[in-house]
């Protein structure tokens, strides 16, 4: 974890960060289209341009198979008790459509939107390391 303390509202922002993870690994694209913004924006640092919730939301349930992960928070802030953003790294082993394994590694910058008590993913940047 980051080295300062983190609040309560930070450590529950986190928990959803975990949450997206575990419902990726489960493609359980229903949980993670509820938690996605409907004007949410993404972009992978490899794609050469932004994506929409619907390319998210199809590159969880078509993409390789999640088999284990690990995520390093860098840093989480929240502002107003209403936006917060989360620098983290990641690395994953994971599954190819042809059965082959891979391990990755990547950073992520996830913002989030706080809605009637919940936190909403907005937007993203970031991918896995080249």
């Keep these: 974890m980051p080295a300062r303390k983190l609040s309560t509202l930070e450590k529950d922002l986190w928990k959803q960060v975990e949450l997206m993870w575990q419902w990726a690994r489960e493609k359980n694209t229903r949980a993670i289209k509820a938690a996605i913004h409907p004007h949410y924006t993404g972009w992978d640092k490899n794609d050469l341009s932004p994506h929409d919730r619907d390319i998210a939301l199809k590159s ?3 993409g390789a198979d999640i088999i284990s992960y690990q995520l390093h928070p860098l840093h989480i802030e929240t502002f107003n008790e209403s936006v917060g953003i989360i620098h983290y790294t990641y690395s994953a082993a ?8 891979q391990q990755i590694t990547g950073r992520w910058t996830e913002i989030y939107m706080k809605m009637d008590g919940n936190w909403m ?8 390391d080249e």
């Design 121 to 128: 993913l907005i937007g993203v940047h970031g991918g896995p």
């Design 94 to 101: 994971i599954e190819l459509k042809d059965k082959s394994r």
């Design 60 to 62: 969880i349930s078509t």
